[in-house]
Each structure stands twice: as structure tokens, then as C-alpha cells.
């Protein structure tokens, strides 16, 4: 079975070999040059089904996950290299020491039987990358190729050590050169040995505006010495001085694997950018190293082992300059953390290798792109067949020679020194050959040769492959459509989604969508059908009457990503039958209006033809409700408050423009309202008022036994509410004995007119706590107008006309600062909503009959709760205005009303909450047209509060359960929709020019510096003392703080900072600008106020203390001007440091500029050379700057590494419990590293 697996993955197609312009390419896929590494991951030709089929080729491709196409290329090289690949095979992992998620060598095992025996056109690396310690961010990170390919080396050696392959990486890629010096008078050498794993070529020398054209001259150069002289002579210790020398690099031994990287990221030192040279370098197919082999290192009698002490020049040749030299440029510690192994190693004799040195190129690692970011993809030739394959990605194909070609770089012509930029961006980056030994060349290894491990890993493979396979083929089986269903008890639209396979039965799948829509316990499946549904239009398209039979795959017209329609889960009662759906119908929901009891009864939904007549419709609909059809009046909504009176018998309903769902109301009695202008009649101006009502749940304040007596007295001495019309619609729930709303109005309303005249007299000089003790009716006075003497007294509908009051009575409402009045018309997000939203829910709503015909939707609009639902929080976005307190005045300055007289609908019922509305708390249902306005809102709910609207507040609450308060009086509840809910609070609302304030108290020295204190209204007009002084009694009954007016201030507060001194004879808009939901702290000083005039300015200063490595606490500091020699001595004063000893520094971000003490010292920008503070790099000119500062001759307390370590970490714990960081480098890259572990080390230290 082994055998056929490796066989059938491993024989190339023949028709592989046509090499068609479609299957060669080489370079990114999606565009030559493309700086993005996330570009191939979303090219157009990537899909998964991709995926699924073997490339021709016979070679698996690798997924990037985002912009990990750097590891694919490497990973392909390594397992295109035959040595490399049979030693990880021959490593067995033993599961019993470690875990094989974390385990890089098995999770690189793996990855190779997939690209060997894989049947997939690309595999996922996403196991690896987990070996790595890596998480999903990693995937987003791109980096440098050889850089990966160094760092996987050093884990690989780490994860090996004490096995069979512990000097593998150095047995394949490991070299040897010779760093020399050479003194040119007596001959003598100092050098070292270092080992490389790659050779880095320079592609254009320093200062030269030519590249080197080729590999071979690029090594010459690279070992070419250089002279030491004049200022750079090397001190021979043979000579005891200065002498001329050469300097310069040997190699002594070649690698079995040679790589080169070619340095095409460099430093413009002009721009002062990294940038890419693209420039022409050529490489050859075979390379002889011969020619680059020390030859002189056995002649030289005078060579002596010492180290390098003399130069005096950088251009020795360390270990590390063998490694990327750009990617440490930013000085990050990249690559896991090594100990050093000294060992002594013997050298080649150079005169053994030089008859074999001749290598053959077998991989090519091409960048395209630029310094700033680009794409990796390798081009790789098997030693199978000596063909050359491009591993692009997931994407694999043949390449020929001329195409390795193309990645030499360059452009046809010269053009100086910036052929560079000109150049093709696409070109070999890191170069890998081998030595050609054919005592040492292996081929890979046979399946009889593969190790029994391997051969049960392959095994598991494919058996997990073959289960995946099948799971696709499921899948691809498998309709997936939208599944809706009404509850038939909880009348709540039910959404999820049918997942059933293409050959089962419509009787089936309505089984499976019966369990699934938990149903069992409700009905019984007889009980229920699937029809087809279009949920956007709220719309049943058809029935499948007699297909019970029917595949679904039929059914639905086969399996699809996504379906142009929905089904339903249609319910019945047992005592109904369905109705048939036929294709072409359109469904109407037909609400019946009844005129006398001024009532929308729930739709009924009838079927019909848009050829059909309006007379052949009035027939039809006739039938369904059982009223006449010669005194009918139709009336067509078409859309959100475009009603439309059908009055043309002949007209068809596709000319009327009915659609596939529609609403209609119907009228048919025989009052002489049809006689009236449309426009002008009750139906129309019910129909009005149905569009625009909306249903609110209030939460009425906690009854306090003081607070409420008299208005808890009245309500249990007006009796039962028994006697309410039975046309009306009660409220679910128990509602005990409280009152009817009429009669909670009558009794109110005359309790509250004879106490006007006291209100009169007394004015609303009261502050909030004044409304809320003893008696809420002292200070109170009639909300309402004269009731209108034709409504009926046993009608709870409080639709009044409603004339707006006297100017008195409003005359402590709440304000806007704006003057221009900011009425927000209906949008058209509330046009959806509303013109569906009381399809089902009738204000004051008869018990009709139910007819005894089942069609899913007669009793409740599908959309109508859904859609409701989905669009409020894209009106949150309204009510925030709202926080502005304000004075929007509803009268002019004559005091006379802006608006017209104005019906607007209101009704009120108590209301029984679930649960969590707390105990002494009581709901109100309001029903209520959303074009009322605020103050009228609010008027209407003063006998339910029991207070007048100008002592207590509105909060709207969100989804969240936070509240906002709605305090502009002249705006309409349009922004409101159906089921919000609302708070009301007691308190005195805010008068014109009052700004509601929160105040904060100021603690400099805690670890929390702001905290919350106190709501607090502040006037325009009134002086900080004045406000102050109305603080004091505040804040020692809710705060317990007890303060005398001399023992704070108040100052500007800006998100955390604290800001400007407010001055006890400052006036508020005047020299204080003030806004709603204003923000101010509260300092308690520790004696008597120093800031006395604007010209002064206080800073806060704080002590660096280097010496003990801590901050003393903060101090403010008073200065009479901007003066940097006054605040010298100011901090002179209070820390007795000499004055020329004094350094200090601003301090950065926000209150309290935390920083940590391992980078204060070093960090800011100490001493700053200017004279006042007002001036750049300081630009203090406001008080509330932070000062540090320190003496200068005290010197930094030295640290060894376990004191730093510990202090790294409680500063790192003490920075994040106050939001800060102990570093920030936004210019840093995130280090390329492998963990070890499987996980990285959680160092709150790094970025």
C-alpha cells in the first residue's frame, strides 16, 4: 500500500512536459513588482478548490497563510535537498518525551510526507508555524528569507542535540574562513578562524555607482585584503609598532551546501531609507570554489594563533558579519538564545578539497518587491530529473533555464548609477549549491528504504487525507440555505440554517428543520412544511404541495455557495389547513380598520394576481374577513407614509404598484367619512397616527415613603381599574389594583391646579434636593390643559388636544445651546421600521375571531420584531446629541407657543416587568406618536411621576443598559423606536443657561488620579466661588467630605490631564467656556491657595532620585512667569539641590507621564537649552505640565543583571495597572524568533 501511495504521488504526468505559456511562469502571481506579501495570498486565481488537485508537475504546493511566503520557499528548498530530507526521515520522534504540536523536527516531518505523498494541489503550514511558538499575528509578519533560514537552523540544533542529527546543519552547511592580519615589514600574522553558514556578496561596493557583474567577482571581492596604513596601521607585536598590514579574509573549507545571499538591501545614507538594488548580477549553473581556497596558509612560517588586537579599522570579518547584516540594524536580539560553545575543530587540509570543488546551482530564492516589503517564491531543480521547477506559493510549475534567467536582476541598457531604480524588482536573493561528489551526492530515499516510522506516518496521512476527502464530498453534497421559522407560541421570528444533503427527500428535510427549530415539544411534525421564502421582502413565494418525494437538490435547484431565496418553517394548528402558495401570486397583509373603536386590528394575509381588478380584490378580500365589498375602502401603503386610496374599480394591482408583499387596510362601514377628502377623513388620519406610534416601556422612580405619600395616598383613594372599556387592549400580567390611567389624570390634575398659585408665588427658587423631600406638590403646578369634553371617560387612550402651556410651565425645562431648532425628520432606516412595525400589534385591539385558515404569517409580520430589532442600534447614534444640555425654548421672546395646535396620540397602562425591575419600581406601556415632542412627553407622564416635568429627567437605555439623558425639549421622539425603554429620575431639570457638570477629584499621588465625585450644575453667569460654595453642602452629604471653600479649587479637566486653575472670580462663559456634560477637577489643597492672578502658572514636579533608582512624589510648583531660571529656583527651594546642579525635563503623554525608572535617566530630553517655558521642545504654557528633575552629579546606581531583572518586572507590572508601557519604539520591527518551547516567554518588556 506504501509503495502505491509514494508511487502515484511521486510519477509526473506526462502531459507535464508540453510546458504551455499558462503552466510556465516565474515571479508573484498577481503582478511583477508587488510590494504587499499579502498580494499572492488573495491573488484572483487562489481558491480552495484550488487547492484540491495535484499540480501536473507531481509537486505539492505550500498556502500562504498571509505572508509567510519566505518559509514556503525555504521549506521547499529543504525538502528538495536530498540530504537534508533523508536525515530528518531517519529521526524518529518519540512522543513519550515531548509534545509533538511543539516538536519542530516532527511537525517538519510531517510537512514532508504531505509534499511527497499529498493529493492536493497545496498544503496548509499552520502545523509548523505552531512548532514555532508562532500565533496568528506571526503570519502577518513578513521577513527576510535568510534570516528564517538562520534561525531555523539554530532550533533545528537545539531540538537535535544529543541524536543522530546533532551536527547535521554543520555538517551540510558549515564553512570555514580565516580572518588575517598581516604586517608587510616582518611578516607577520595574526588571524582567527570562523565558521559561516552562508557567504553574504556584496552586490555594489560602497561609494561605487557599478556593480559587481558576477558571483565570481563579487568573491574576490569578498576576499580581496586591504592595506592598513597611514591613519589605520596595525600594531605588530612582533615589531612593537605601527606598520603597514593587509588585512584581509581566507577561506579554508567549503560547505557541502553552499549559500549565498546577495546583499541587495542597503542604506541610502541621502534619503536616509533602506532600499533594494536590483542591478545585473550574474551566476553560474556550475561554480568552481577552487580558485577562492587559501593556498597559502601552509607557506607561511610566520603565521602565529593570536587574535585580531591591533587594527585600529572596522574590517574584520566576525562571525556574526556572516549572517544578515541589514536585519540587525535596529539592534534587536533576533533568533533564540544560544549559549557560546567553544570547541577546538580540526581544519581541512586546503590541498584535499581543490580537485573537488565544483558545485551545481539546485535553488534560487527570488524577492520581488521592494526594501519596504515584496514576495518570496523559490526556483528549485530536482535532482530526479534535472528539471527546474518554479514553487510559487501553492502554485507549482516547470520553469526553463531562460527563466532563472530572468531573476539575474538588471535592465536592458545602462543607465548609471540609478540603473538600479529602473531596474526589474524581481531577482535571485540567496543562491544554494551543491558539490558535485558523487561519493557524497544522495538521491532520495526509496519507499523499501523509508524507515518504519515514516512508513506508518505516511500511512496516517493518507488515512486522515482519504477522511478529509470524503468530508469535502459531503460538503459539496450539501445545501446550505437559510432556515426561518415564526415560534407558534412565542410569536418570535427564528433564524439558522438548513444544512441537509442533496439527495434527501423535501419530507426529510422538513424533519430535520422540525428538530433543529426545536419544536418537538410544541407541535407535532404533521404540523409543519417548508416553503420557499423571501425574507427581505417578507414575501412566500410558493408551496411544494405533492413534492414531499422530491430530492432537495431538485427542489432547490441544485447545490449552491449561496441561494437567491429562503425557506420557512410554516406551523399550523391541527384544526387548520395549509394554504397553497402558487408562483406568480402576491401576498397582501390585509389589516381591517374599525373607525368607532379607532382601531388597527393584526394582518390577515390573503393571496392574489397583479392582473387581477381592484373590484376583483375587493371580492377576494370580501371573502377573507367577511365584510361587504360595496361600502370597502382599500388603502394601499406603499411605503413608509405613502398611503394610497384605491378609488379606480377597473385599475389592476400591478398598476396601483403592488409588489410581491404588500400592506393594505381596509375600511367598510357606513359612516359618511368616505364622503371627505381623503387626506381630510378619519381613516386617513388614523392610519396617520397608527404609522407613527410607537411602543416605550418607562420605568417610573422608586417610591420613597416621603417623597411619595401624598401621591401614594391619592392613588389608593381613587379606587379599582376595573372598569376599563373592554375594547382595549390590557396588559399581560397582573396589574393589582392600581389605577386607571383616566382616573390616576382626573385626581392628579386638580391635586395639581390648586397648588398653581403657590408655584406662582414661590418660583422655582428650589434646588434638586428640594424636589425630592418632604412633598413633591409644593412646588408644582397643572401639567395638562383642560381635557377635551368629547373624550369619553371610560377611554384610556389620553389623546388630547394638546395646546403647548404657558410659558410658566416651562420655564425650568431644560435647554438647548443651540437656537436654531434641531428637529430630526424620520430616516429612512425609521421608514422600514415603522411601516411594519404595528403589523401585528394594534394599540387598542379588539379579540377578533381567528380564522381558521394557516398560512404562517396571520398573526404577527415576520419582519415586523426582526427588523425592529436589527436597525436600533443604528439609531443609538440619534440620542447622542441629546447629552447636550441645553435650552431649546419652545416659545419666542413674547412667550407665545412656536407650534400649532396639534393632536398627538398618547395612552399609558401599567405594565408587569419580568423580573430585575427592583421592588418599589413600576413600569408604564406607552404607546405614544413619535412626533411628539420631548416637553409634551414629558407633561403627559407628570401624573404618573407625580411631580411636574421640570423636577425629574428622561434617560433613554441602549442596548447595554447605558443611560443618556434626552434633555432637548423641542426635539420629536423620531429617534426612538418600538420596545425602547426609559429611566426617569427625579431631580430638577436644568434651567436656561444651566450646564449639567461632573466633577472629579484630583489626587496627584495615587495610583488612580482621577476619580469620579459628583454630578453638579453650574450657570452661566455664576462665579467659580459661587459654584463652590454650592459644592461644599454636596459634597459632604454624597461624598463625605468635608471642605471649606479655601480648602479646593476648581480646574480645566481634559480626559485625564488636569489643566488651567479656575480663579474664585472667574465667571462661567464669560472667562470659563462651559458645555454640556462638562468636565472639572476638584484639588484639595494642602494650604492656603497660591495661584492669585492668570499670569501665574503651576506645574507639577517630581524628583528623579538616579542614585536610588525612584521618584518622590509629586509637588506643585508656583512660578510668576515662564522663567526657566524661576523654576530652577523654585526647585532649588524645595529640594535644597544647588542651583547649577539642577537638570529637569518635561515629562510625555498623559497625566501622570508615568514612565519606567530603567529609562528615565536616558530617555528624556534633560536640560533643555531654552529660557522661558513657553518655547519649543517644552511648550508648557498652561498649568498642570509635569516637571522632572534631578541632580546632576548624582550618579546612576549600578545594576547586575538579577537587580535589573527584578526591577524590569515590577516596573512592568506597576506600568500596566496604570495603562502605560515600559518601551515604545514604533520604528522597531518585531524580531524573528523560533521558541524552543512552543511558546514565547511572556515579556512585557518588548514591544
Known amino acids: 500500500m506504501i509503495d502505491s501511495v509514494i508511487k502515484e504521488c511521486t510519477t509526473e504526468d506526462s502531459s507535464a512536459g508540453d510546458d504551455s505559456a499558462h503552466d510556465r511562469f516565474i515571479g508573484p502571481l498577481p503582478r511583477e513588482g508587488s510590494v504587499g506579501s499579502t498580494s499572492d495570498y488573495v491573488s484572483q486565481s487562489y481558491s480552495y478548490s484550488s487547492i484540491l488537485n495535484k499540480s501536473e508537475t507531481g509537486y505539492v504546493g505550500l498556502v500562504n497563510q498571509a505572508m509567510t511566503c519566505y518559509l514556503n520557499s525555504l521549506l521547499q528548498t529543504l525538502f528538495m535537498t536530498p540530504e537534508f530530507r533523508n536525515a530528518l526521515y531517519k529521526w524518529e520522534f518519540e512522543e513519550s518525551e515531548e509534545d509533538p504540536v511543539t516538536s519542530i523536527p516532527y511537525q517538519l516531518q510531517r510537512l514532508f510526507v504531505l509534499l511527497q505523498t499529498s493529493k492536493k494541489r497545496a498544503i496548509e503550514t499552520t502545523d509548523v508555524t505552531r512548532s514555532f511558538g508562532w500565533d496568528s499575528s506571526e503570519a502577518w509578519q513578513q521577513h527576510d528569507v535568510q534570516e528564517l533560514c538562520r534561525v531555523m537552523f539554530d532550533a533545528l540544533e537545539q531540538k537535535w542535540k544529543q541524536t543522530e542529527q546533532a551536527d547535521l546543519i554543520n555538517e551540510l552547511y558549515q564553512g570555514k574562513l580565516k580572518d588575517y592580519v598581516r604586517c608587510l615589514e616582518c611578516g607577520y600574522e595574526g588571524w582567527r578562524i570562523d565558521t559561516y553558514l552562508d557567504i553574504p556578496l556584496v552586490i555594489r561596493p560602497y561609494g561605487s555607482s557599478q556593480a559587481f557583474a558576477s558571483v565570481e567577482e563579487a568573491l574576490h571581492a569578498f576576499i580581496q585584503p586591504e592595506i592598513l596604513d597611514g591613519p589605520n596601521q596595525y600594531f605588530c607585536e612582533r615589531c612593537k609598532k605601527k606598520c603597514d598590514a593587509r588585512k584581509g579574509l581566507r577561506f579554508l573549507h567549503f560547505p557541502y551546501l553552499l549559500t549565498l545571499q546577495l546583499k541587495r538591501f542597503d542604506f541610502d545614507y541621502t534619503t536616509m531609507h533602506r532600499i533594494k538594488l536590483n542591478d545585473r548580477m550574474t551566476f553560474p549553473e556550475e561554480l568552481d570554489m577552487s580558485t577562492f581556497i587559501d593556498v597559502e596558509d601552509e607557506k607561511s612560517p610566520q603565521t602565529e594563533s593570536c587574535t ?69 517564491y523559490a526556483c528549485i531543480k530536482s535532482f530526479s530529473d534535472d528539471q527546474w521547477y518554479s514553487f510559487n506559493d501553492q502554485h507549482v510549475s516547470r520553469i526553463t533555464q531562460e527563466d532563472i534567467k530572468k531573476t539575474h536582476g538588471g535592465s536592458s541598457g545602462s543607465r548609471g548609477y540609478y540603473s538600479s531604480a529602473f531596474a526589474s524588482s524581481t531577482n535571485a536573493y540567496m543562491l544554494i549549491y551543491r558539490l558535485k561528489d558523487p561519493t557524497r551526492n544522495a538521491k532520495f530515499l526509496e519507499v523499501d528504504e523509508y524507515p518504519e516510522h515514516i512508513k506508518n506516518l505516511v500511512q496516517r496521512e493518507r488515512e486522515l487525507e482519504e477522511q478529509e476527502k470524503r468530508q469535502r464530498e459531503i460538503e459539496r453534497n450539501t445545501c446550505k440555505i437559510k432556515l426561518f421559522c415564526l415560534h407558534p407560541v412565542k410569536q418570535v421570528m427564528m433564524e439558522n440554517k438548513l444544512e441537509v444533503h442533496k439527495d434527501k427527500t423535501l419530507k426529510e428535510a422538513v424533519e430535520i428543520a422540525y428538530k433543529m427549530m ?270 377635551d369634553s368629547s373624550t369619553s371617560v371610560d377611554n384610556r387612550e389620553l389623546e388630547q388636544h394638546l395646546q403647548t402651556s404657558d410659558p410658566e410651565n416651562f420655564q425650568s425645562e431644560e435647554r438647548s445651546d443651540s437656537d436654531v431648532n434641531n428637529d430630526r425628520s424620520t430616516s429612512s432606516v425609521d421608514s422600514d421600521i415603522l411601516s411594519s412595525s404595528h403589523s401585528s400589534d394594534t394599540l387598542c385591539n379588539a379579540d377578533n375571531a381567528q380564522i381558521p385558515l394557516a398560512n404562517g404569517l396571520d398573526t404577527h409580520s415576520i419582519t415586523s420584531s426582526r427588523r425592529t430589532k436589527s436597525n436600533e442600534g443604528k439609531k443609538e447614534t440619534w440620542d447622542t446629541a441629546e447629552e447636550d444640555s441645553g435650552t431649546d425654548s419652545e416659545y419666542d421672546e413674547s412667550g407665545k407657543s412656536r407650534g400649532e395646535i396639534q393632536y398627538m396620540y398618547f395612552k399609558a397602562e401599567p405594565y408587569a416587568a419580568d423580573e430585575g425591575s427592583g421592588e418599589g419600581h413600576k413600569w408604564l406601556m406607552v404607546h405614544v406618536d413619535k412626533r411628539i415632542t420631548l416637553a409634551a412627553f414629558k407633561q403627559h407622564l407628570e401624573p404618573f411621576v407625580g411631580v411636574l416635568s421640570s423636577h425629574f429627567k428622561v434617560f433613554r437605555v441602549y442596548a447595554s443598559n447605558q443611560e443618556f439623558e434626552s434633555v432637548r425639549l423641542n426635539e420629536t421622539l423620531s429617534s426612538f423606536s418600538d420596545d425602547n425603554k426609559i429611566t426617569i429620575r427625579l431631580g430638577r431639570a436644568l434651567k436656561k443657561g444651566e450646564y449639567r457638570v461632573k466633577v472629579y477629584q484630583l489626587l496627584v499621588n495615587e495610583q488612580e488620579p482621577c476619580k469620579f465625585l459628583l454630578d453638579a450644575v453650574f450657570a452661566k453667569g455664576m462665579t467659580v466661588q459661587q459654584s463652590k460654595e454650592e459644592l461644599v453642602p454636596q459634597l459632604r452629604e454624597q461624598c463625605g467630605l468635608e471642605l471649606s471653600i479655601d480648602r479646593f479649587r476648581l480646574r480645566k479637566k481634559t480626559w485625564k490631564n488636569p489643566g488651567t486653575v479656575f480663579l474664585d472670580y472667574h465667571i462661567y462663559e464669560e472667562d470659563i467656556n462651559i458645555s454640556s456634560n462638562w468636565e472639572v477637577f476638584l484639588e484639595v489643597l494642602d494650604g492656603v491657595e497660591k495661584m492669585k492672578s492668570m499670569s501665574q502658572l503651576a506645574v507639577l514636579s517630581r524628583r528623579w532620585r538616579p542614585s536610588e533608582m525612584k521618584l518622590d512624589p509629586f509637588q506643585e510648583v508656583v512660578l510668576e512667569s515662564s522663567s526657566v531660571d524661576e523654576l530652577r529656583e523654585k526647585l532649588c527651594e524645595i529640594s535644597g539641590i544647588p542651583l547649577d546642579d539642577i537638570e529637569f525635563a518635561k515629562g510625555r503623554g498623559t497625566f501622570p507621564c508615568d514612565i519606567s525608572v530603567l529609562d528615565i535617566h536616558q530617555d528624556l530630553d534633560w536640560n533643555p537649552k531654552v529660557s522661558t517655558l513657553n518655547v519649543w521642545p517644552l511648550y508648557i504654557c498652561d498649568d498642570g505640565a509635569v516637571i522632572f528633575y534631578r541632580d546632576k552629579t548624582e550618579e546612576l546606581m549600578e545594576l547586575t543583571d538579577e537587580q535589573r531583572n527584578e526591577l524590569m518586572k515590577k516596573e512592568s507590572s506597576r506600568l500596566q495597572k496604570t495603562g502605560h508601557r515600559v518601551t515604545y519604539s514604533p520604528r522597531k520591527e518585531k524580531a524573528l524568533k523560533i521558541y524552543l518551547d512552543g511558546a514565547p516567554n511572556k515579556d512585557l518588556t518588548q514591544d
Open 518 to 787: 426545536d419544536l418537538e415539544e410544541v407541535i407535532p411534525v404533521d404540523c409543519c412544511r417548508l416553503v420557499k421564502y423571501d425574507e427581505f421582502h417578507d414575501y412566500l413565494e410558493r408551496s411544494y404541495e405533492g413534492e414531499e418525494d422530491t430530492p432537495m437538490g431538485l427542489l432547490l435547484g441544485g447545490v449552491k455557495s449561496t441561494y437567491m431565496f429562503d425557506l420557512l418553517l410554516e406551523t399550523r394548528k391541527p384544526d387548520q389547513v395549509f394554504q397553497s402558495y402558487k408562483p406568480g401570486e402576491v401576498m397582501v397583509k390585509v389589516h381591517v380598520v374599525d373607525l368607532k373603536a379607532e382601531s388597527v386590528a393584526a394582518p390577515i394575509t390573503v393571496r392574489a394576481y397583479l392582473n387581477q381588478t381592484i373590484t376583483e380584490f375587493k371580492q377576494l378580500i370580501s371573502k377573507a374577513i367577511h365584510l361587504p365589498a360595496e361600502t370597502m375602502r382599500i388603502v394601499l401603503e406603499r411605503c413608509y407614509n405613502d398611503l394610497r386610496l384605491l378609488t379606480v374599480p377597473s385599475k389592476t394591482l400591478k398598476a396601483e404598484g403592488f409588489f410581491r408583499s404588500n400592506k393594505v387596510f381596509v375600511e367598510s362601514s357606513e359612516s359618511l367619512d368616505y364622503q371627505m377628502a381623503f387626506t381630510d377623513s378619519h381613516l386617513w388620519k388614523l392610519l396617520d397616527r397608527h404609522a407613527n406610534t410607537i411602543r416605550l416601556f418607562v420605568l417610573l422612580p422608586e417610591q420613597s415613603p416621603g417623597s411619595y405619600s401624598k401621591r401614594t395616598a391619592y392613588q389608593k383613594a381613587g379606587g379599582d381599574s376595573g372598569n376599563v372599556d373592554d375594547d382595549c387592549e390590557r396588559v399581560k400580567g397582573p396589574v393589582g389594583n392600581l389605577k386607571s390611567v383616566e382616573a390616576i389624570l382626573e385626581e392628579s390634575t386638580e391635586k395639581l391646579k390648586s397648588l398653581s398659585l403657590q408655584q406662582q408665588q414661590d418660583g422655582d427658587n428650589g434646588d434638586s434636593s428640594k424636589s425630592t423631600e418632604t412633598s413633591d406638590f409644593e412646588n408644582i403646578e397643572s401639567p395638562l390643559n383642560e381635557r
Open 308 to 376: 585580531d588586537s591591533g587594527a585600529e579599522n572596522e574590517g574584520s570579518c566576525h562571525s556574526d558579519q556572516m549572517s544578515n547584516d541589514f536585519s540587525n540594524d535596529d539592534g534587536v536580539d533576533e533568533g533564540i538564545c544560544l549559549e557560546s560553545n567553544s570547541g577546538t575543530e580540526k581544519i581541512s587540509k586546503p590541498g584535499l578539497e581543490k580537485n573537488s570543488l565544483i558545485y551545481e546551482l539546485f535553488s534560487v530564492m527570488v524577492h520581488s518587491g521592494s526594501a519596504a516589503g515584496g514576495h518570496y
